[in-house]
């Protein structure tokens, strides 16, 4: 059985080999693009390298404790076992992140080279170039967890055993996805907030315009962040989803076998293929509008996930609950991502809200967007509780014991099913923006602009989705993650009455707000750092403004990779720590409070970051297409406000939270020796 | 014993009516200051007429469902009485309220007429008039419980029963409390916000210029929002901090027999005595700084606050233990208060970064106060959890069951023994800032001018203050309500684990967010409608403008009382029927999951608010002494733009947020019938 997602992801990956190819042989446009582009590459390689050195330290220091604090509990074989699978999960979670923002920088330059005579093609290369990095991602974490479980099999250990020794491996996942959201976070806000402020504020010059020394950095900082970044992320819920789902499998071993264990793995490996397809069936027409190609592709994907989810739930589990359970999570999904929409786009009533509020300043627009935010709370706390309710009703009414728990784990396997293909339509975004970006600077000609205009405005919509989708799935997973750190530490209440616990919870809602300050703030000092330098090189040379001579485009890009590597070490490892010293000091069924607590705030407060920054952007967005005075203004420069404060709220703290929540999870289990 | 409390707050009242006596002695001013004084009297009573018209229904509604509720159950002798003690509870609460106003605005215009000739006198004039709306509010509460108690006594309850019985008195405050801070929260941020909005932005006159037709619907803002709405919150806090701690006496009754009972009576009682001490010893030279002689005061109170606790906890329950966890207590509210003045006062880094972050635009502005108010959180949350481990581990040390929950209820009196005292200081800041407006609208001379704004400059301080001191009271209070609520749901496990609770943690936590979006959103609708007929009124008259014909006052009144008041209406039953809903839906153990977490995050959430909005207050207030190019620069512009960001936070969202974690115990203890 075992074999199935092992030869589907050997498959996925050389699919991707294919897109790769695929992708490479299109054109590399003129000469001036190419220009660009090598600036591009450059500082997203430099970045990348740097980070990478970066976290690698800090895993190596981590997997050191984690061997430690099991060798000192006596068990030093299995914490050196835990140990390398951490590193072996960090390993495979950077490589990922490496593969997927190599093709999307040389997408870019290749969506844009389209753009000069194809919308279609250029959609098409956009497209694939995400897709190489959404099956990369989830074919690398099913590929980990598929080969760990053989060679722990080959070891001679028995399937039962298996899943717990797993959860290194998604712990080191969770350790590099919140590095590189984090820090590409602040990466990328860092860049567009600096440029924004001297170039746009100051200086008066268009967004992308080639004279601003900060425009490569902020190129830059759209793959860093929301291709890297969100990579990591989903990464880490695949990842962590499938540990979590096979440990509860263990429970349920005495009724469904081995089977219990692998159908995550299996029902994944479905899933992949369903991507697959939405991928290749994903095409416009020359006068197509992009959203309706990526929809189309979308629901394609959903419904083939759905009928193998069928097929592969009644093969393996024998039991049509269970398939309820998934489309259960399948359905969630899909409401997450209308949510968001609705919550978002100019057409409803909350960016109208906003779009109005603007009339009367500044403050009223900030004022209305964070209603907004605190207001969508509502809707995805309705989401997470009717599907996690429903399913575990679902899985009650199969009589198994732990079956409620079991079809939990399935809706969110449900959820994740379409995890590539969403990434895929994710890395569409940073691709059509870059390839805008290059467009612009290279000075091509009106009708390649409309139509990356066109993609970019597609892709700002589903880079908005799919933090909808990532912030459902990681409540999910957290709650996956949990429910096995239960079984883990053998806990079967977890008492809110007792005061440890209450405390706990205490803190680790404290956790979340002190962490989101931390990374907003950290935005704002790197951001400080790079409008300095432009500020300095404008004021150096006055032949800048003029175009007469070319900026320094590395200096801002050097800056902006060391303070925003610096400015994400406090949040990284206070997040890391904290859960670790409430652990040690209040034990077990405290820091379970803590996690619990921490996830309902974290995914809370992360739908009031993601959902009134994206309202504020598109509020901007709507100004900007000529209603209530159009660009330049009173109620565009209010709207600006709103989008410039809504930056660090959607693409730094937000982000950043999900995989926050996975972490305590991933973190707790994988030390669990420590708290019992 | 009862007597103690009895005779303590009787004599208080005594000590009032002299307070209120020597209050009307003083002089009224001149006719114009008269003028002034009268409109705002007519305004507030007109508001306080028609919102406790609206609590009036409401609160009947409420009492018959309860009624209806313990009838269906068998029970409606014991529903009678419940219903007949949340009537009273509601009565009491309205009734200090109305007491505290209507002081309050008569102070005002002796404090403006005093500060003509003598700082100290305008000072002693403005304690003393809050000192009424203080002591009233923590006497009216004691006696209220107190009489109540002897009534069941009279009934023939036994002492261990009684207790139970009092819980409608505690949940008939919390409505009213609710209503009052929410209603005059919205009234006094519209009326604020409305009146800069057209007279500073629009029309470029001053503050509480004459001119402006919603000047004087802002000035009765104060004594509503800060005045009426901050003392409810202090009514109910004490309230239902007496009736938790009283039946988790019943608890020790075995122990500590009636002692364990009425100790929080009697503790409370000295505490206010101390707080009359405090009252008393507060002057002020004509040359000190008004903080000086406040201060003075405090730290005379807790003093002798600490003193009665040693006796009395020595004479009622022998054990010096208890004593101790009084002190962390007291200690923590001291902490509460210098943390509050650390995050919102300009001579700290957390506020100089608001100042800093002003010169880079709105936007910076905004991000760095939302980061200061999503940091603070860390400072309270530390606190809390300090003062909640150290008095449990004091009370368990006694090696009494139940010993360790006693101790925490112990240490919550501890914090609220100085509440008449707190309060008077709050009120405070409300009649200086009314006097301030009072002096500049009758164009007294400059050095009247000077001595109501270094007194109104004190007034902001100390409600800043208060906040904190209100939300740590709340938590401490909550805490003590969902203890005293698992006694009587008889629950002793809240299993988070359990998907029902954690749902409804998720839940709770929701209600937190979507309570504080539709409150923000409430300022916002019902300044719009002020805009509006300010800006009307001064299109039909130009004499406006120029001075020679006086603006409709009444008009922007009535308007602002009416959309206040109706806009209080759908966050207050959504934060009354929610917990109902989900307590009958899925059960007591649910409820409590529910109550927990809302409360964590409801005081998260409003230290954000409370502190953000007061760090924003003060930026402006420092780049307006002059510093970053004073009032009118750019830096300034942004200030006002955080500034009135903050105003619904902090005056609306935050104080309402206190009251609602109470409310969530208060009203789950008096309808726990429904949920077992």
Redesign the interface.
């Known amino acids: 059985m075992l074999f199935i997602p092992v030869i589907i992801s050997i498959l996925s990956l050389f699919f991707v080999w294919y897109l790769v190819i695929w992708i490479k042989k299109c054109d590399m446009g003129t000469p001036k693009m190419q220009e660009i582009f090598i600036a591009i590459k450059k500082g997203a390689d430099a970045f990348l390298k740097r980070q990478y050195k970066t976290i690698s330290i800090m895993a190596i220091i981590l997997a050191l404790i984690l061997f430690g604090a099991y060798a000192i509990s006596g068990r030093a074989a299995l914490g050196l076992q835990i140990s390398l699978s951490f590193l072996f999960g960090a390993i495979c979670s950077g490589l990922s992140g490496l593969i997927g923002m190599w093709i999307s920088v040389r997408s870019n330059i290749r969506t844009a080279s389209a753009a000069q005579s194809s919308f279609s093609k250029a959609l098409t290369i956009a497209l694939r170039g995400g897709a190489v990095s959404g099956i990369t991602i989830v074919a690398m974490s099913l590929l980990g967890i598929s080969g760990l479980y053989f060679i722990y099999d080959a070891l001679g250990y028995t399937p039962t055993q298996i899943p717990a020794l797993l959860v290194g491996f998604g712990f080191g996942a969770s350790l590099v996805a919140l590095f590189a959201q984090l820090g590409g976070g602040i990466y990328t806000k860092a860049a567009d907030v600096g440029a924004d402020?001297v170039g746009k504020?100051e200086k008066n010059i268009p967004e992308d315009d080639p004279r601003n020394p900060a425009v490569i950095a902020d190129l830059v900082g759209d793959n860093v962040g929301d291709c890297a970044g969100r990579g990591a992320d989903l990464f880490e819920s695949t990842a962590a989803e499938n540990i979590g789902a096979m440990i509860i499998g263990v429970v349920l071993f005495p009724y469904f076998g081995i089977n219990g264990i692998l159908f995550p793995l299996v029902i994944r490996g479905f899933g992949l293929l369903a991507s697959i397809v939405g991928i290749l069936v994903a095409k416009a027409k020359e006068t197509d509008e992009p959203l309706q190609a990526l929809n189309k592709g979308y629901f394609v994907t959903c419904a083939l996930a759905a009928i193998a989810f069928y097929f592969v739930t009644m093969g393996m589990l024998h039991n049509v609950l269970f398939f309820y359970a998934g489309l259960v999570g399948l359905g969630a999904s899909i409401i997450f991502v209308f949510v968001t929409q609705y919550y978002t786009e100019y057409k409803y009533r909350p960016v109208k809200e906003i779009v109005n509020?603007s009339t009367?300043?500044?403050?009223?627009n900030?004022?209305?967007g964070?209603?907004?935010?605190?207001?969508c709370?509502?809707a995805?706390?309705?989401t997470?509780?009717v599907a996690?309710?429903a399913s575990?009703k679902l899985g009650s009414m199969s009589g198994l014991p732990s079956g409620?728990?079991y079809a939990?784990a399935v809706a969110t396997m449900g959820m994740l099913a379409t995890a590539a293909y969403v990434l895929a339509m994710d890395t569409f975004g940073p691709i059509t923006d870059n390839a805008g970006g290059i467009v612009e600077m290279s000075g091509s000609s009106e009708s390649a602009r409309r139509i990356t205009d066109k993609l970019d405005s597609a892709g700002n919509t589903t880079k908005a989705l799919t933090k909808g989708y990532a912030m459902g799935s990681a409540a999910l997973a957290a709650?996956l993650l949990?429910?096995a750190y239960?079984e883990e530490a053998k806990?079967?209440?977890?008492?809110?009455?007792r005061?440890?616990?209450?405390?706990a919870?205490?803190?680790g809602?404290?956790l979340i707000?002190?962490f989101?300050?931390?990374a907003?703030?950290a935005?704002?000092k790197a951001a400080?750092k790079i409008?300095e330098e432009v500020r300095r090189q404008f004021k150096a040379d006055p032949g800048l403004m003029e175009g007469t001579s070319m900026p320094d485009y590395a200096k801002c890009v050097d800056i902006t990779t060391k303070s925003a590597l610096q400015q994400m070490i406090l949040p990284g490892l206070l997040a890391v720590l904290l859960p670790i010293i409430v652990g040690i000091w209040l034990r077990a069924e405290a820091l379970?409070?803590f996690i619990?607590?921490a996830t309902?705030?974290g995914?809370?407060l992360a739908t009031?970051f993601n959902n009134s920054g994206g309202a504020w952007d598109n509020a901007k967005k709507f100004i900007e297409m000529g209603n209530l005075g159009g660009k330049g203004g009173d109620a565009h420069k209010a709207a600006?406000?709103?989008d410039?404060?809504g930056d660090?709220f959607k693409d730094t703290a937000g982000p950043s939270l999900h995989v926050l929540v996975k972490l305590l999870g991933t973190l707790s289990l994988a030390l669990v020796a420590l708290f019992i």
Chains 1, 2 share one sequence.
């Open positions: 402020l504020i509020a009367t300043g500044h403050a009223t900030i004022i209305a964070f209603a907004v935010g605190l207001e709370t509502a995805t706390v309705i997470i509780s996690l309710l575990f409620g728990i939990t709650f949990f429910s239960f806990l079967t209440v977890i008492n809110l009455a005061v440890e616990v209450f405390v919870g205490l803190i809602a404290m707000f002190f989101s300050s931390l907003i703030r935005v704002g400080a409008v379970a409070g619990m607590v309902i705030v995914v809370l009031v600006v406000t709103g410039t404060v660090p």
